[in-house]
């Protein structure tokens, strides 16, 4: 099989699970991740991270990565692709289901807002 076929089954399957929350966060870190997020203090980014735009919020930044990565590693075996093919594809949920004024940051560093 391909990496092309490879990741367009992994597309697939992640796109099914889309309807779901994107994580199994508790409601505190869900609120305390949109807080974060209105105040431009953390932004997402387009392998599926968080990343700490103010030094505050680091250490939330890297509680909640590891919490991703744990998600993405375990899809990544389940669909038989990389971990960065599957943070790729839920960067794009993120992007869709993230408020406006989230910050987004993108391939080439630039940061934009939505």
């Not at 199994?24 to 387009?46: C, I, K, Y």
């Not at 939330?60 to 990544?76: H, M």
């Not at 389940?78 to 943070?87: F, H, I, K, L």
């Amino acid at each position: 099989m391909s990496r092309r076929q490879i990741f367009r089954k992994a597309l697939l399957a992640l796109t099914v699970i889309a309807c779901l929350p994107v994580f199994a966060v508790t409601p505190a870190w869900a609120d305390q991740l949109d807080d974060l997020r209105r105040s431009g203090a953390v932004g997402e980014a387009f392998d599926g991270f968080v990343r700490a735009r103010d030094g505050s919020a680091q250490g939330f930044v890297a509680t909640l990565n590891e919490q991703r990565r744990a998600i993405y590693v375990k899809r990544a075996k389940t669909e038989n692709v990389t971990v960065e093919q599957v943070g790729r594809v839920y960067a794009v949920e993120i992007f869709k289901k993230a408020p406006a004024g989230t910050w987004f940051l993108n391939e080439n560093g630039q940061w934009t807002q939505k």
